[in-house]
């Protein structure tokens, strides 16, 4: 039994396990990069030692002047920052016509999981402050990145902020509806759920793709193996 791309103590959501494949399917989905899909939260106007609300205190910040269009605007620059990174990384101009065809032919994904995380979508889905949730699409993050995410955007308000809360609703094609809580872990469910799984890889409901230095055709023949 392996967990596939844990999750942090604090955190919960739709998590990967492979039972009785010698670990092949862990590395097949790991490979094929696929995207996971975050509600992570927010509290703005004080600071931890760890980014999140467990943490020690240790700095207090005003945050009643931060609008909802400021934390928008924020938020856009992340996203528009880490698309050119990616193209940076392919060594190609974002202004080019290159760029342009690419980008339409779909999502830029980096190769492995030695690159820093990449977002490709960050939105503000909730906001009544000091409390607020973004929904984040993202690549080789950790839950550690996500909160020390939240952390960084106080600062760009001129505020503080802390992580309260992280929830992992999607793992690729595999979402929070299709998830066995623990509490309904029996024999019968769980082959139940085997089978499910199964359908979902074999279905190959990936996103148009162009991995930094590979292609769609490679990631698909990666979910189709198993």
Not at 123 to 145: K, M, S, W
Request: aromatic share 6%.
């Amino acid at each position: 039994m392996k967990w596939i791309h844990r999750l942090s103590r604090h955190s919960s959501g739709v998590l990967l396990m492979d039972i009785n494949s010698d670990r092949r399917n862990s590395r097949v989905i790991k490979k094929a990069r696929v995207m996971r899909v975050y509600r992570v939260s927010g509290q703005f106007g004080k600071a931890t030692d760890n980014f999140s609300e467990k943490g020690r205190v240790i700095e207090k910040t005003t945050w009643k002047h931060i609008r909802e269009s400021d934390l928008e605007r924020i938020c856009a620059g992340l996203q528009a920052g880490h698309q050119k990174h990616m193209f940076t990384q392919m060594g190609i101009d974002l202004q080019s016509q290159e760029a342009y065809e690419i980008a339409t032919r779909g999502l830029i994904k980096p190769q492995d999981g030695s690159t820093p995380p990449v977002l490709y979508s960050i939105r503000c889905v909730e906001f009544n402050p000091p409390d607020f949730v973004l929904e984040i699409h993202t690549i080789n993050e950790t839950c550690r990145y996500l909160a020390s995410l939240i952390h960084h955007i106080g600062l760009h308000l001129k505020s503080s902020a802390i992580c309260t809360k992280i929830l992992r609703t999607k793992y690729g094609f595999w979402r929070q509806e299709d998830s066995l809580i623990e509490q309904k872990w029996n024999v019968e469910n769980i082959l139940e759920n085997i089978r499910l799984c199964r359908a979902l890889m074999r279905a190959n409901h990936l996103e148009p793709t162009v991995l930094v230095h590979s292609s769609q055709e490679e990631e698909r023949k990666l979910l189709s193996a198993t």
